[in-house]
RNA sequence: GUCCCUGUAGCUCAGUUGGAUAGAGCAUUUGCCUUCUAAGCAAAGGGUCGCACGUUCGAUUCGUGCCAGGGACGCCA
Protein backbone atom coordinates (compact mmCIF):
# COMPACT_ATOMS: atom_id res chain seq x y z
CA UNK A 1 0.00 0.00 0.00
CA UNK A 2 1.10 3.80 -1.19
CA UNK A 3 0.39 4.76 2.68
CA UNK A 4 2.72 2.04 4.44
CA UNK A 5 5.41 3.26 1.80
CA UNK A 6 5.00 6.63 2.41
CA UNK A 7 5.47 6.01 6.37
CA UNK A 8 8.31 4.20 5.66
CA UNK A 9 10.21 6.70 3.45
CA UNK A 10 9.14 9.23 6.48
CA UNK A 11 11.11 7.31 8.49
CA UNK A 12 14.82 7.11 6.32
CA UNK A 13 14.07 10.91 5.92
CA UNK A 14 13.69 11.47 9.83
CA UNK A 15 16.87 9.05 10.60
CA UNK A 16 18.70 10.88 7.67
CA UNK A 17 18.25 13.83 9.32
CA UNK A 18 19.58 12.99 12.76
CA UNK A 19 22.69 11.47 11.05
CA UNK A 20 23.31 14.41 8.84
CA UNK A 21 22.23 17.11 11.47
CA UNK A 22 23.61 15.46 14.51
CA UNK A 23 23.73 19.51 16.25
CA UNK A 24 20.27 19.85 15.63
CA UNK A 25 18.25 18.52 18.32
CA UNK A 26 14.87 19.37 17.85
CA UNK A 27 13.57 20.06 13.79
CA UNK A 28 9.90 20.64 12.30
CA UNK A 29 7.84 17.15 11.64
CA UNK A 30 9.04 15.96 8.72
CA UNK A 31 5.89 15.51 6.60
CA UNK A 32 5.76 13.80 2.88
CA UNK A 33 2.77 15.22 1.12
CA UNK A 34 1.47 14.11 -2.65
CA UNK A 35 2.14 17.10 -5.11
CA UNK A 36 -0.40 17.87 -6.96
CA UNK A 37 1.43 17.86 -9.86
CA UNK A 38 2.59 14.88 -10.72
CA UNK A 39 6.00 15.57 -12.49
CA UNK A 40 6.81 16.23 -9.02
CA UNK A 41 6.76 13.02 -8.57
CA UNK A 42 4.38 10.46 -5.94
CA UNK A 43 5.87 12.08 -2.37
CA UNK A 44 7.44 15.83 -1.73
CA UNK A 45 8.92 17.01 1.23
CA UNK A 46 9.84 20.49 2.40
CA UNK A 47 11.78 19.41 5.55
CA UNK A 48 15.09 21.91 3.79
CA UNK A 49 12.98 24.92 3.27
CA UNK A 50 11.89 24.48 6.77
CA UNK A 51 15.42 24.17 8.32
CA UNK A 52 17.00 27.36 5.70
CA UNK A 53 16.35 29.51 8.72
CA UNK A 54 17.24 28.15 11.64
CA UNK A 55 20.58 26.59 9.89
CA UNK A 56 21.25 29.54 8.15
CA UNK A 57 22.11 27.65 4.95
CA UNK A 58 20.26 27.78 1.33
CA UNK A 59 17.10 25.30 1.14
CA UNK A 60 18.58 24.15 -1.69
CA UNK A 61 22.18 22.84 0.07
CA UNK A 62 20.57 21.68 2.47
CA UNK A 63 18.22 19.65 0.54
CA UNK A 64 21.82 18.30 -1.68
CA UNK A 65 22.93 16.63 1.43
CA UNK A 66 20.06 15.37 2.98
CA UNK A 67 19.68 13.93 -0.38
CA UNK A 68 23.20 12.16 -0.08
CA UNK A 69 22.39 10.83 3.11
CA UNK A 70 18.88 9.70 2.12
CA UNK A 71 19.73 7.72 -1.13
CA UNK A 72 22.66 5.95 1.39
CA UNK A 73 19.64 4.45 3.66
CA UNK A 74 17.85 3.83 1.02
CA UNK A 75 19.73 1.81 -0.49
CA UNK A 76 20.85 -0.24 2.44
CA UNK A 77 16.98 -1.29 3.04
CA UNK A 78 13.77 -3.07 1.80
CA UNK A 79 12.32 -0.10 0.41
CA UNK A 80 15.09 0.48 -2.12
CA UNK A 81 13.56 -1.36 -5.31
CA UNK A 82 10.13 0.96 -4.45
CA UNK A 83 12.55 4.13 -5.13
CA UNK A 84 13.24 5.13 -8.43
CA UNK A 85 14.85 8.81 -8.12
CA UNK A 86 14.93 11.46 -5.93
CA UNK A 87 14.75 15.21 -7.36
CA UNK A 88 16.32 18.06 -5.19
CA UNK A 89 13.68 20.90 -6.66
CA UNK A 90 14.06 24.63 -6.88
CA UNK A 91 13.07 26.64 -3.76
CA UNK A 92 14.33 23.27 -1.92
CA UNK A 93 11.71 20.40 -2.29
CA UNK A 94 12.98 16.92 -2.08
CA UNK A 95 10.08 14.90 -4.44
CA UNK A 96 10.86 11.24 -4.48
CA UNK A 97 9.75 9.06 -7.42
CA UNK A 98 8.51 5.92 -7.03
CA UNK A 99 9.31 2.73 -9.43
CA UNK A 100 6.43 0.97 -11.09
CA UNK A 101 7.05 -1.85 -8.50
CA UNK A 102 6.51 -0.21 -5.89
CA UNK A 103 2.73 0.60 -7.96
CA UNK A 104 2.12 -3.11 -8.86
CA UNK A 105 2.76 -4.13 -5.02
CA UNK A 106 -0.54 -2.27 -4.50
CA UNK A 107 -2.15 -3.85 -7.22
CA UNK A 108 -1.43 -7.34 -5.79
CA UNK A 109 -2.82 -5.98 -2.61
CA UNK A 110 -6.17 -4.33 -3.55
CA UNK A 111 -7.15 -7.86 -5.79
CA UNK A 112 -6.12 -9.73 -2.24
CA UNK A 113 -8.33 -7.99 0.37
CA UNK A 114 -11.32 -7.26 -2.61
CA UNK A 115 -13.86 -5.81 -0.51
CA UNK A 116 -11.68 -5.18 2.43
CA UNK A 117 -9.24 -2.90 0.26
CA UNK A 118 -8.60 0.42 1.78
CA UNK A 119 -9.63 -0.73 5.67
CA UNK A 120 -7.54 1.18 8.05
CA UNK A 121 -6.92 0.54 11.55
CA UNK A 122 -6.57 4.56 12.09
CA UNK A 123 -9.73 4.45 14.58
CA UNK A 124 -7.93 2.20 16.79
CA UNK A 125 -11.40 0.75 17.74
CA UNK A 126 -12.30 3.88 19.48
CA UNK A 127 -16.15 3.61 20.79
CA UNK A 128 -18.10 6.80 18.76
CA UNK A 129 -21.97 7.33 18.83
CA UNK A 130 -22.69 9.18 16.05
CA UNK A 131 -26.44 10.75 16.69
CA UNK A 132 -28.35 12.18 13.79
CA UNK A 133 -31.89 13.20 12.16
CA UNK A 134 -33.76 12.94 15.42
CA UNK A 135 -36.60 14.31 13.82
CA UNK A 136 -39.35 15.00 15.84
CA UNK A 137 -42.01 12.55 14.80
CA UNK A 138 -44.51 15.39 14.23
CA UNK A 139 -44.18 14.69 10.26
CA UNK A 140 -42.38 12.82 7.15
CA UNK A 141 -38.80 14.22 6.80
CA UNK A 142 -37.69 16.86 5.44
CA UNK A 143 -34.92 17.96 2.81
CA UNK A 144 -32.78 18.84 5.65
CA UNK A 145 -32.89 15.69 7.79
CA UNK A 146 -32.16 14.19 4.01
CA UNK A 147 -29.13 15.56 4.31
CA UNK A 148 -28.02 15.33 7.72
CA UNK A 149 -29.11 11.42 6.83
CA UNK A 150 -26.83 10.89 4.26
CA UNK A 151 -23.74 12.45 6.16
CA UNK A 152 -24.35 10.90 9.30
CA UNK A 153 -25.06 6.76 7.49
CA UNK A 154 -21.53 7.72 5.58
CA UNK A 155 -19.41 9.12 7.97
CA UNK A 156 -20.11 6.09 10.31
CA UNK A 157 -19.27 3.63 6.86
CA UNK A 158 -16.23 5.44 6.55
CA UNK A 159 -15.52 5.67 10.69
CA UNK A 160 -16.22 1.72 10.99
CA UNK A 161 -13.62 1.08 7.87
CA UNK A 162 -10.92 3.22 9.04
CA UNK A 163 -10.71 1.10 12.29
CA UNK A 164 -13.50 3.03 14.80
CA UNK A 165 -16.37 1.43 16.56
CA UNK A 166 -19.22 3.84 15.72
CA UNK A 167 -22.81 3.69 16.29
CA UNK A 168 -25.38 5.10 14.56
CA UNK A 169 -28.43 6.46 16.65
CA UNK A 170 -31.57 7.91 16.25
CA UNK A 171 -33.25 10.18 18.89
CA UNK A 172 -36.67 9.99 19.38
CA UNK A 173 -38.15 13.73 21.05
CA UNK A 174 -41.59 11.37 21.72
CA UNK A 175 -42.53 14.08 24.71
CA UNK A 176 -42.94 17.74 25.06
CA UNK A 177 -45.01 20.88 23.45
CA UNK A 178 -45.10 19.79 19.73
CA UNK A 179 -45.87 16.61 20.32
CA UNK A 180 -48.64 17.88 22.73
CA UNK A 181 -49.58 19.73 19.58
CA UNK A 182 -49.36 17.25 17.49
CA UNK A 183 -52.19 15.15 19.31
CA UNK A 184 -54.19 18.16 19.78
CA UNK A 185 -53.96 18.57 15.57
CA UNK A 186 -54.63 15.36 14.90
CA UNK A 187 -57.80 15.44 17.74
CA UNK A 188 -59.10 18.71 16.02
CA UNK A 189 -58.90 17.35 12.56
CA UNK A 190 -60.86 14.00 13.94
CA UNK A 191 -63.56 16.32 15.23
CA UNK A 192 -63.84 18.21 11.72
CA UNK A 193 -63.87 14.75 10.13
CA UNK A 194 -66.87 13.93 12.49
CA UNK A 195 -69.19 17.06 11.47
CA UNK A 196 -67.95 19.12 14.28
CA UNK A 197 -67.01 23.24 13.37
CA UNK A 198 -63.22 23.90 15.26
CA UNK A 199 -60.60 26.40 15.07
CA UNK A 200 -57.64 25.35 13.41
CA UNK A 201 -55.17 27.43 15.44
CA UNK A 202 -52.14 28.54 13.33
CA UNK A 203 -49.37 26.46 15.69
CA UNK A 204 -51.23 23.26 14.69
CA UNK A 205 -49.99 21.24 11.89
CA UNK A 206 -51.41 22.07 8.77
CA UNK A 207 -49.99 19.47 6.39
CA UNK A 208 -53.04 16.48 5.26
CA UNK A 209 -50.88 13.44 6.62
CA UNK A 210 -52.85 15.03 9.68
CA UNK A 211 -56.17 14.84 8.13
CA UNK A 212 -55.27 11.52 6.95
CA UNK A 213 -53.91 10.20 10.31
CA UNK A 214 -57.27 11.34 12.31
CA UNK A 215 -59.51 9.47 9.39
CA UNK A 216 -57.07 6.18 10.30
CA UNK A 217 -57.67 6.73 13.87
CA UNK A 218 -61.30 6.77 13.55
CA UNK A 219 -61.12 3.91 11.39
CA UNK A 220 -59.01 2.07 13.62
CA UNK A 221 -60.98 2.67 16.64
CA UNK A 222 -64.59 2.83 15.17
CA UNK A 223 -65.61 6.47 16.35
CA UNK A 224 -68.36 7.93 15.09
CA UNK A 225 -70.02 10.47 16.43
CA UNK A 226 -67.61 13.62 17.66
CA UNK A 227 -68.96 12.79 21.41
CA UNK A 228 -66.64 9.87 21.87
CA UNK A 229 -63.21 11.76 21.00
CA UNK A 230 -63.82 13.13 24.39
CA UNK A 231 -60.83 12.04 26.94
CA UNK A 232 -59.23 10.37 24.15
CA UNK A 233 -56.37 13.06 23.77
CA UNK A 234 -53.22 10.80 25.40
CA UNK A 235 -54.68 7.87 23.22
CA UNK A 236 -54.60 10.05 19.95
CA UNK A 237 -51.19 11.81 20.56
CA UNK A 238 -49.73 8.37 21.27
CA UNK A 239 -51.12 6.99 18.17
CA UNK A 240 -49.88 9.92 15.84
CA UNK A 241 -46.06 9.58 17.76
CA UNK A 242 -46.22 5.72 16.43
CA UNK A 243 -47.97 6.58 13.32
CA UNK A 244 -45.36 8.95 12.08
CA UNK A 245 -42.49 7.29 13.56
CA UNK A 246 -42.94 4.38 11.29
CA UNK A 247 -43.55 6.89 8.58
CA UNK A 248 -39.85 8.20 9.45
CA UNK A 249 -38.29 4.61 9.63
CA UNK A 250 -39.95 3.11 6.53
CA UNK A 251 -38.42 6.74 4.56
CA UNK A 252 -35.08 6.36 6.28
CA UNK A 253 -35.37 2.34 5.22
CA UNK A 254 -35.98 3.27 1.81
CA UNK A 255 -33.41 5.56 1.69
CA UNK A 256 -31.06 2.98 2.23
CA UNK A 257 -30.51 4.21 6.02
CA UNK A 258 -30.83 1.57 9.17
CA UNK A 259 -29.89 2.76 12.70
CA UNK A 260 -28.37 0.91 15.22
CA UNK A 261 -29.97 2.18 17.98
CA UNK A 262 -33.51 3.96 18.25
CA UNK A 263 -33.06 5.76 21.95
CA UNK A 264 -36.77 7.66 23.16
CA UNK A 265 -36.75 10.56 25.27
CA UNK A 266 -39.78 8.92 27.24
CA UNK A 267 -37.51 5.97 28.45
CA UNK A 268 -34.72 8.20 29.22
CA UNK A 269 -35.72 11.23 30.32
CA UNK A 270 -37.98 9.80 32.87
CA UNK A 271 -39.15 11.67 35.69
CA UNK A 272 -36.95 9.68 37.96
CA UNK A 273 -34.07 10.29 35.82
CA UNK A 274 -34.29 14.11 35.29
CA UNK A 275 -33.75 14.19 39.05
CA UNK A 276 -31.33 12.44 39.62
CA UNK A 277 -29.56 14.28 37.38
CA UNK A 278 -30.75 17.63 38.73
CA UNK A 279 -29.30 16.59 42.20
CA UNK A 280 -26.50 15.56 40.68
CA UNK A 281 -25.80 19.17 39.47
CA UNK A 282 -27.34 20.94 42.56
CA UNK A 283 -24.97 19.51 44.79
CA UNK A 284 -22.18 20.47 42.70
CA UNK A 285 -24.13 23.97 42.80
CA UNK A 286 -24.39 24.45 39.36
CA UNK A 287 -28.06 25.22 39.75
CA UNK A 288 -29.86 27.97 41.26
CA UNK A 289 -33.39 29.69 41.91
CA UNK A 290 -34.02 32.58 39.89
CA UNK A 291 -37.87 34.34 39.67
CA UNK A 292 -39.77 30.98 40.32
CA UNK A 293 -37.72 29.07 38.16
CA UNK A 294 -34.84 26.56 38.69
CA UNK A 295 -31.43 27.58 36.68
CA UNK A 296 -28.19 25.91 35.33
CA UNK A 297 -25.24 27.51 35.84
CA UNK A 298 -23.90 27.22 32.15
CA UNK A 299 -22.40 30.29 32.42
CA UNK A 300 -19.24 28.74 35.00
CA UNK A 301 -18.90 26.85 31.48
CA UNK A 302 -18.44 29.18 28.90
CA UNK A 303 -22.06 30.05 27.66
CA UNK A 304 -23.26 33.40 26.78
CA UNK A 305 -26.01 33.06 29.64
CA UNK A 306 -27.20 30.76 32.27
CA UNK A 307 -30.31 27.93 31.72
CA UNK A 308 -33.69 27.78 32.80
CA UNK A 309 -33.74 23.66 33.14
CA UNK A 310 -37.50 23.97 35.33
CA UNK A 311 -39.71 26.42 34.43
CA UNK A 312 -41.77 28.64 36.84
CA UNK A 313 -44.95 26.51 36.14
CA UNK A 314 -43.22 23.33 36.79
CA UNK A 315 -42.31 22.24 33.06
CA UNK A 316 -38.82 21.44 32.11
CA UNK A 317 -37.18 22.86 29.12
CA UNK A 318 -36.17 21.04 26.15
CA UNK A 319 -32.44 21.11 27.36
CA UNK A 320 -33.26 19.24 30.52
CA UNK A 321 -33.96 15.68 29.17
CA UNK A 322 -31.05 16.35 27.07
CA UNK A 323 -28.79 16.66 30.10
CA UNK A 324 -30.13 13.00 31.05
CA UNK A 325 -29.65 11.70 27.24
CA UNK A 326 -26.12 12.92 26.83
CA UNK A 327 -25.42 11.54 30.68
CA UNK A 328 -26.87 8.35 29.04
CA UNK A 329 -24.52 8.09 25.83
CA UNK A 330 -21.35 8.64 28.03
CA UNK A 331 -22.85 6.01 30.52
CA UNK A 332 -22.84 3.60 28.01
CA UNK A 333 -19.32 3.89 27.39
CA UNK A 334 -18.59 5.89 24.13
CA UNK A 335 -15.48 7.55 24.02
CA UNK A 336 -16.59 10.06 22.02
CA UNK A 337 -20.27 11.78 20.99
CA UNK A 338 -20.87 13.00 17.64
CA UNK A 339 -24.15 14.93 17.30
CA UNK A 340 -25.13 15.86 14.05
CA UNK A 341 -26.97 19.02 13.83
CA UNK A 342 -28.87 20.96 11.16
CA UNK A 343 -27.79 25.25 11.56
CA UNK A 344 -30.68 25.95 13.73
CA UNK A 345 -29.21 24.45 16.33
CA UNK A 346 -25.96 25.84 16.25
CA UNK A 347 -26.55 28.00 19.51
CA UNK A 348 -27.06 25.20 21.26
CA UNK A 349 -23.70 23.70 21.04
CA UNK A 350 -22.08 26.02 24.26
CA UNK A 351 -24.89 24.97 26.03
CA UNK A 352 -24.40 20.84 25.92
CA UNK A 353 -20.95 21.39 26.11
CA UNK A 354 -21.06 23.35 29.30
CA UNK A 355 -23.63 20.13 30.14
CA UNK A 356 -21.39 17.66 29.45
CA UNK A 357 -18.44 19.75 31.31
CA UNK A 358 -20.85 20.22 34.53
CA UNK A 359 -21.80 16.44 33.90
CA UNK A 360 -18.11 15.57 34.76
CA UNK A 361 -17.14 14.83 31.38
CA UNK A 362 -14.59 16.38 29.00
CA UNK A 363 -16.24 18.77 26.67
CA UNK A 364 -14.37 18.05 23.54
CA UNK A 365 -15.49 14.51 23.74
CA UNK A 366 -18.60 15.49 22.44
CA UNK A 367 -17.95 16.68 18.56
CA UNK A 368 -21.23 18.70 17.01
CA UNK A 369 -21.45 18.60 13.41
CA UNK A 370 -23.44 21.16 12.06
CA UNK A 371 -24.68 20.27 8.38
CA UNK A 372 -25.82 23.05 6.14
CA UNK A 373 -29.24 23.67 4.80
CA UNK A 374 -29.52 22.30 1.37
CA UNK A 375 -31.70 24.71 -0.62
CA UNK A 376 -33.54 22.56 -3.31
CA UNK A 377 -34.39 24.13 -6.68
CA UNK A 378 -36.34 23.23 -9.32
CA UNK A 379 -35.77 25.08 -12.67
CA UNK A 380 -33.50 27.40 -11.19
CA UNK A 381 -36.33 28.77 -9.10
CA UNK A 382 -35.60 27.93 -5.19
CA UNK A 383 -38.34 26.10 -3.24
CA UNK A 384 -39.16 27.89 -0.23
CA UNK A 385 -39.87 25.22 3.13
CA UNK A 386 -41.68 25.77 6.14
CA UNK A 387 -42.95 22.32 8.44
CA UNK A 388 -45.42 24.14 10.03
CA UNK A 389 -47.54 25.20 7.18
CA UNK A 390 -46.84 22.11 5.55
CA UNK A 391 -45.25 23.51 2.42
CA UNK A 392 -41.86 21.48 2.03
CA UNK A 393 -40.40 19.40 -0.13
CA UNK A 394 -39.94 15.76 1.57
CA UNK A 395 -37.35 13.11 1.87
CA UNK A 396 -40.15 10.92 0.45
CA UNK A 397 -40.26 13.44 -2.72
CA UNK A 398 -36.54 14.04 -3.38
CA UNK A 399 -36.39 10.18 -3.70
CA UNK A 400 -39.33 9.01 -5.76
CA UNK A 401 -38.42 12.05 -8.41
CA UNK A 402 -34.33 11.89 -8.52
CA UNK A 403 -34.00 8.51 -7.13
CA UNK A 404 -31.88 7.39 -3.86
CA UNK A 405 -28.44 7.20 -5.27
CA UNK A 406 -28.31 10.99 -7.17
CA UNK A 407 -30.00 11.77 -3.99
CA UNK A 408 -27.49 10.70 -1.28
CA UNK A 409 -24.46 11.36 -3.70
CA UNK A 410 -25.95 15.46 -3.94
CA UNK A 411 -26.00 15.69 -0.58
CA UNK A 412 -22.43 14.62 0.07
CA UNK A 413 -21.21 16.17 -2.82
CA UNK A 414 -20.17 19.59 -0.42
CA UNK A 415 -18.53 19.96 2.63
CA UNK A 416 -21.57 19.78 5.63
CA UNK A 417 -20.40 23.28 6.49
CA UNK A 418 -21.38 24.95 2.88
CA UNK A 419 -24.58 25.59 2.26
CA UNK A 420 -26.00 23.07 -1.17
CA UNK A 421 -27.48 23.84 -4.17
CA UNK A 422 -30.14 21.14 -4.96
CA UNK A 423 -31.30 21.30 -8.33
CA UNK A 424 -33.69 18.52 -8.64
CA UNK A 425 -34.15 18.91 -12.60
CA UNK A 426 -29.99 18.36 -13.02
CA UNK A 427 -29.58 15.43 -10.21
CA UNK A 428 -32.77 13.75 -12.70
CA UNK A 429 -30.87 14.48 -15.56
CA UNK A 430 -29.17 10.76 -17.11
CA UNK A 431 -26.61 13.48 -18.81
CA UNK A 432 -22.61 13.64 -18.17
CA UNK A 433 -23.97 16.95 -16.29
CA UNK A 434 -24.91 14.54 -13.33
CA UNK A 435 -21.39 13.16 -11.66
CA UNK A 436 -23.32 10.19 -9.98
CA UNK A 437 -23.64 8.94 -13.30
CA UNK A 438 -20.22 9.84 -14.18
CA UNK A 439 -18.68 7.45 -11.30
CA UNK A 440 -21.12 4.72 -11.68
CA UNK A 441 -20.71 4.81 -15.67
CA UNK A 442 -17.07 3.38 -15.00
CA UNK A 443 -17.83 1.00 -13.19
CA UNK A 444 -20.15 -0.36 -15.73
CA UNK A 445 -17.61 -0.10 -18.30
CA UNK A 446 -15.45 -1.97 -16.10
CA UNK A 447 -18.16 -4.86 -16.21
CA UNK A 448 -18.72 -5.00 -19.60
CA UNK A 449 -14.94 -5.23 -20.75
CA UNK A 450 -15.40 -7.92 -17.68
CA UNK A 451 -18.16 -9.90 -20.01
CA UNK A 452 -16.26 -9.64 -23.20
CA UNK A 453 -13.33 -10.80 -22.19
CA UNK A 454 -15.34 -14.03 -20.51
CA UNK A 455 -15.68 -14.83 -24.09
CA UNK A 456 -12.54 -14.55 -25.20
CA UNK A 457 -11.18 -16.72 -21.72
CA UNK A 458 -9.59 -14.15 -20.81
CA UNK A 459 -8.48 -14.21 -17.25
CA UNK A 460 -6.67 -11.40 -14.97
CA UNK A 461 -3.51 -12.44 -13.45
CA UNK A 462 -2.67 -11.75 -9.43
CA UNK A 463 1.19 -11.24 -10.40
CA UNK A 464 3.81 -9.83 -12.00
CA UNK A 465 2.51 -6.91 -13.71
CA UNK A 466 5.53 -5.74 -15.48
CA UNK A 467 3.86 -4.99 -18.59
CA UNK A 468 1.59 -1.89 -17.10
CA UNK A 469 3.73 0.64 -17.70
CA UNK A 470 2.51 3.52 -19.97
CA UNK A 471 1.53 7.08 -17.94
CA UNK A 472 -2.70 6.09 -17.91
CA UNK A 473 -1.83 3.10 -16.21
CA UNK A 474 0.54 4.30 -13.88
CA UNK A 475 -1.79 7.24 -12.97
CA UNK A 476 -5.07 4.45 -12.64
CA UNK A 477 -2.22 2.28 -10.06
CA UNK A 478 -1.36 5.21 -8.25
CA UNK A 479 -5.05 7.02 -8.30
CA UNK A 480 -6.08 3.35 -6.74
CA UNK A 481 -3.49 3.37 -3.72
CA UNK A 482 -4.08 6.88 -2.31
CA UNK A 483 -7.67 5.23 -1.77
CA UNK A 484 -7.27 4.26 2.08
CA UNK A 485 -5.80 7.85 2.66
CA UNK A 486 -8.93 9.42 1.17
CA UNK A 487 -10.84 7.66 3.68
CA UNK A 488 -8.62 8.74 6.24
CA UNK A 489 -9.02 12.12 5.52
CA UNK A 490 -12.69 11.89 5.71
CA UNK A 491 -12.65 10.38 9.32
CA UNK A 492 -10.24 13.49 10.12
CA UNK A 493 -12.50 15.92 8.81
CA UNK A 494 -15.70 13.81 10.12
CA UNK A 495 -17.19 14.86 6.90
CA UNK A 496 -17.36 12.09 3.73
CA UNK A 497 -17.25 14.42 0.89
CA UNK A 498 -13.43 13.75 0.37
CA UNK A 499 -14.37 10.46 -0.24
CA UNK A 500 -17.44 11.76 -3.33
CA UNK A 501 -14.33 14.44 -4.97
CA UNK A 502 -11.61 11.07 -4.55
CA UNK A 503 -14.16 8.56 -6.78
CA UNK A 504 -14.44 11.66 -9.03
CA UNK A 505 -11.13 12.04 -9.81
CA UNK A 506 -10.30 8.28 -9.45
CA UNK A 507 -13.35 7.65 -12.40
CA UNK A 508 -11.89 10.65 -14.33
CA UNK A 509 -8.42 8.76 -14.68
CA UNK A 510 -10.12 5.48 -15.00
CA UNK A 511 -11.91 7.49 -18.23
CA UNK A 512 -8.79 8.69 -19.57
CA UNK A 513 -7.08 4.96 -19.47
CA UNK A 514 -10.53 3.42 -20.99
CA UNK A 515 -10.44 6.18 -24.56
CA UNK A 516 -6.62 5.98 -24.88
CA UNK A 517 -5.87 1.68 -24.28
CA UNK A 518 -7.67 -1.21 -24.99
CA UNK A 519 -8.30 -3.98 -22.06
CA UNK A 520 -8.98 -6.61 -24.58
CA UNK A 521 -5.85 -6.84 -26.98
CA UNK A 522 -4.61 -9.01 -29.30
CA UNK A 523 -1.51 -9.53 -26.61
CA UNK A 524 -3.51 -11.84 -24.16
CA UNK A 525 -0.06 -11.15 -21.30
CA UNK A 526 -0.97 -7.46 -21.73
CA UNK A 527 -4.60 -8.27 -21.64
CA UNK A 528 -4.18 -10.14 -18.01
CA UNK A 529 -2.44 -7.70 -16.73
CA UNK A 530 -4.72 -4.73 -17.85
CA UNK A 531 -7.69 -7.02 -16.53
CA UNK A 532 -6.28 -7.28 -13.01
CA UNK A 533 -5.94 -3.39 -13.29
CA UNK A 534 -9.68 -2.85 -13.88
CA UNK A 535 -10.39 -5.09 -11.70
CA UNK A 536 -8.66 -3.51 -9.13
CA UNK A 537 -10.49 -0.14 -10.38
CA UNK A 538 -13.60 -1.81 -9.95
CA UNK A 539 -12.41 -2.76 -6.64
CA UNK A 540 -12.14 0.33 -5.32
CA UNK A 541 -15.21 2.05 -7.30
CA UNK A 542 -17.64 -0.66 -5.17
CA UNK A 543 -15.75 -0.14 -1.50
CA UNK A 544 -16.39 3.73 -2.06
CA UNK A 545 -19.73 3.82 -3.49
CA UNK A 546 -20.91 1.40 -1.19
CA UNK A 547 -19.44 3.86 1.79
CA UNK A 548 -21.58 6.43 0.35
CA UNK A 549 -24.65 4.35 0.01
CA UNK A 550 -24.94 4.56 -3.74
CA UNK A 551 -25.70 1.80 -5.77
CA UNK A 552 -23.16 0.37 -8.47
CA UNK A 553 -24.49 -1.00 -11.33
CA UNK A 554 -22.87 -3.26 -13.58
CA UNK A 555 -25.01 -2.29 -16.58
CA UNK A 556 -25.70 1.36 -17.52
C1' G B 1 -25.48 44.10 18.94
C1' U B 2 -23.12 38.89 19.79
C1' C B 3 -22.12 34.26 17.48
C1' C B 4 -21.88 30.56 13.23
C1' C B 5 -21.38 29.47 7.85
C1' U B 6 -20.05 31.29 3.05
C1' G B 7 -17.23 34.62 -0.63
C1' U B 8 -11.98 31.18 -6.01
C1' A B 9 -13.49 31.39 -14.07
C1' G B 10 -20.16 33.57 -16.82
C1' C B 11 -22.68 29.35 -13.33
C1' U B 12 -21.88 25.19 -9.46
C1' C B 13 -17.69 24.07 -6.78
C1' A B 14 -12.34 21.41 -5.70
C1' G B 15 -7.78 23.04 -3.84
C1' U B 16 -5.21 16.66 0.65
C1' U B 17 -4.71 21.38 6.87
C1' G B 18 1.24 26.87 4.71
C1' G B 19 4.08 24.89 -0.99
C1' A B 20 5.97 24.66 -6.88
C1' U B 21 2.69 27.58 -13.26
C1' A B 22 -4.59 28.17 -8.53
C1' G B 23 -7.82 23.16 -10.80
C1' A B 24 -12.59 20.29 -12.36
C1' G B 25 -17.72 20.07 -14.21
C1' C B 26 -21.49 22.93 -16.75
C1' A B 27 -22.01 26.70 -20.53
C1' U B 28 -19.18 28.54 -25.41
C1' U B 29 -15.86 26.95 -29.64
C1' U B 30 -13.43 22.63 -32.06
C1' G B 31 -11.90 17.56 -32.97
C1' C B 32 -12.62 11.81 -31.80
C1' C B 33 -17.24 5.94 -32.48
C1' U B 34 -16.60 -0.35 -38.99
C1' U B 35 -12.71 -2.37 -32.76
C1' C B 36 -14.20 -3.67 -24.87
C1' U B 37 -20.67 1.18 -23.26
C1' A B 38 -19.81 8.53 -26.86
C1' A B 39 -23.74 8.57 -19.78
C1' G B 40 -16.97 8.82 -22.65
C1' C B 41 -12.10 11.20 -24.38
C1' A B 42 -8.89 15.30 -26.31
C1' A B 43 -8.08 20.66 -27.21
C1' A B 44 -9.09 26.22 -26.80
C1' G B 45 -10.74 30.57 -24.40
C1' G B 46 -12.14 32.31 -19.56
C1' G B 47 -8.97 34.61 -12.71
C1' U B 48 -7.44 41.43 -8.70
C1' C B 49 -8.65 33.62 -5.00
C1' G B 50 -14.36 39.75 -1.68
C1' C B 51 -10.93 44.18 0.13
C1' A B 52 -6.73 45.91 3.28
C1' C B 53 -2.96 45.18 6.58
C1' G B 54 -0.05 41.46 9.31
C1' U B 55 2.70 36.64 10.45
C1' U B 56 7.41 34.05 6.97
C1' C B 57 11.72 31.48 2.76
C1' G B 58 6.63 31.06 0.84
C1' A B 59 -0.57 32.86 2.06
C1' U B 60 -6.36 30.88 -1.76
C1' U B 61 -4.94 28.39 3.05
C1' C B 62 -3.11 31.22 9.34
C1' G B 63 -4.26 36.23 12.34
C1' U B 64 -6.69 41.11 12.74
C1' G B 65 -10.03 44.75 10.65
C1' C B 66 -13.51 45.96 7.06
C1' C B 67 -17.33 44.68 2.82
C1' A B 68 -21.25 41.35 0.92
C1' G B 69 -24.82 37.10 1.24
C1' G B 70 -27.20 33.34 4.39
C1' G B 71 -28.42 31.63 9.34
C1' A B 72 -28.81 31.42 14.87
C1' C B 73 -29.40 34.09 19.28
C1' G B 74 -36.81 32.06 24.04
C1' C B 75 -39.01 30.05 31.05
C1' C B 76 -39.94 27.13 21.92
C1' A B 77 -38.51 22.40 20.60
Not at 122 to 143: D, M, R, W, Y
Not at 395 to 409: H, I, K, N, S, Y
Not at 529 to 544: K, T
Request: aromatic share 10%.
Amino acid sequence: MLSTLQEQLKEVVVQSLRESHKSLKEFPPVILEIPNDKKHGEFSCNIALQLAKPLKQPPLDLAAQLVVSIQKNIKASPINANVQKIDVVRPGFINFHLSPQALYGTLSDVLAQGENYGRASFGKNKKIQVEFVSANPTGPLSVAHARQAAVGDALVNILNFTGFAAKKEFYVNDEGNQINILGRSVELRAQELLGEKVEFSEDCYQGDYIRDMARIYLDQNKIKKAADLSAKADHIRQFAVDYLLDVIKKELDDFGVHFDVWSHQSKIGTQGNIEAVLDFLGEKGFLYEKEGALWFKSTDFGDDKDRVVEKSDGNYTYLTPDIVYHQNKFKRGFEKIINIWGPDHHGYIPRIKAVVEALGYDRDDVEVLIVQLATLYRNGQPISMSTRRGQYISLREVMTEVGVDAARFFFLMRRISAHLDFDLELAKKETPENPVYYIQYAHARIYSVWDKAKELNLRAKHADFSLLNNEEELDLLKKIGQFSGALVLCAEQLDPYALVNYLHELATIFHRFYDKHRVIDQDHALAAERLALLDASRIVFANGLRLLGVSTPKKM
